[in-house]
């Protein structure tokens, strides 16, 4: 137990804190805001800023030069005599109903034919099918007695006898093996096959791919040749931003690095450093897929320690330690060139703690136990549908969060605590007007039933979301941001793949606690601002935005982050 001289020690050093926070005419932090947010609820991967460009169909699979479907059996005399057909016997269809087949063979019942004629229904059969994708099948005129009136008509349903795989390299064939087989299933249709291959040349790992179709030596069936150029896996992407709260220094320099095909079979491994003046972190993820579906499970790992270096509470030595485990999963269940429907399931557990004087004291804090720890853990259903097209993208984010009592989660008398419900929803949109000239749209709500813990909490302000403020500029429960970005070509520099983009943007944040007298004074902040834009292919990306607050925040202005200056470099040498 502590001497009771060092608790007046302490509370002597905070008043001294705020005298000289009143003394320079800085708003007073509370609690929260002095110790850096380390982890928040994950957010929406960042929408293309251009709709994907897929090649043309016929680069990727070429039309059949000749039709694989069976020639008849039946001899073909054109001089036989009129047959009256009473009936039409179709069989061997397992695409079409007897009603559909029907309307191709009824208006043809009680009326002399000739051989061609029959010829001719079996050709539209065939034609059916093709006109519907199925390619490699079709029908024919097997042998036969028609003086009874009844014609039969057998159908032939195409299917794949073998997918040969040609170009890869460290990628397993299997990998595109199993995205083609569940397209290519009996009878083959075209349209499902180009669509799996249309998949697979937006899939990351596969920089171009291609296919043929040709006669099997087995009847029925087709061969299916598949050429891959694989991408590169590897990237190690280097940042240097003023994207951090100030109090554990604004400017924050990350190295990551990248293996999106670890072992070969499209597994992705991520370790990512980042440090300012007054923190560190590391984390640590992996993702492996575990069905031809692009269904993945992934486990990450992240911890960071930081010290609050922003006068006048540096003098008072204030630590905070994070970590945060998560393992996901997350299944497509609808998914073409055009949308994706997504569905997830994340366990997560963060620990936190913060203490002053290097150690010697717990922070004090509503939400921590004695030690000045806090821990949450959660559950969180997330769904997460997109739609593109040529023009546009559109992508929505719905997460559920429900706060568990387990491993050793913290638990309060009255909230904030680790059990809690909230839900948080986020839209993106982007449209392509010209080329490189974009529009951007994007809203973040959140709701909950109850206070938070600060680490659950919404936060606004900063280089991603409300620019003009500081970095978690508000704080709360509860919150809503709307945000519009227009860019406009300025200067396109073909020589090294450059281009120079000038950016207007709108960003507007209100937030607000269950109860009231705890909200953020001022609740509501809003900006306008210009930037600049400059990108060297993949390989350099340069930004930076001026913003302009439209609302009054009472605070010091030492960073450039607090003037409303922003800046990221963002260079990928691999």
Known sequence: MLDTGIYITILVIALNVYLQAIATQAAPLKPKSVIPKDFSPQVTPKVPTEPT???????????????????PSFPLNNNLELIIVKKFEVTGSSVFSDRELDAITTPYLDQPLSIVELLQIRTKITELYIDRGYITSGAYLPEQDLQKGIVKIQIVEGGLAEIKI???????????KSRLVIATGKPLNRNRLLEALQLLQVNPLIENISANLSPSLQSGFNDLEVKVTEAPTFSLPITLDNSRTPSVGSERRQIQLNESNLTGIGD????????????????????????????????????????????????????????????????????NTAQDLALGLSLSHRQSSASLLNGLIPFPSIETDTDGQTRVTALRFFQEYVQRSAEEVFAVRSQINLGLKALGSTINLTAPDSQFVSWRGQMQYVRLFAPETLLLLRTDLQLSDRPLLSQEQISFGGQDNLRGYRQDALLSDNGLLLSMEMRIPLLRLPEIIGLLQIIAFYDFGTVWNHQAETNPDPSTLASVGVGLRFQVSDRLT?????????????????????????????????
């Open 53 to 71: 460009k897929l090649p043309h169909p016929d680069r990727l699979l070429p039309p059949l030069k000749t039709p694989t479907s069976p020639s």
């Open 542 to 574: 340069i930004r930076i935005d001026l913003g302009i607050p439209l609302s009054r925040i009472f605070a010091e202005k030492k960073t450039l982050q607090e003037n409303g200056i922003y800046f990221s470099i963002l260079t990928n040498p691999f």
């Open 166 to 176: 040609n170009g890869l390299t460290r990628l397993n064939e299997d990998y595109i």
């Open 268 to 335: 992705r491994l991520s370790l990512s450093y980042s440090n300012t003046n007054g923190s560190n972190a590391f984390d640590v993820s992996y993702t492996i897929p575990f069905n031809p579906y692009n269904g993945i499970i992934g486990m990450s790992f992240g911890t960071s320690v930081s010290n609050v270096i922003e006068p006048p509470f540096n003098i008072l030595d204030i630590t905070s330690n994070s970590r945060n485990y998560e393992l996901t999963l997350r299944q497509p269940i609808l998914q």
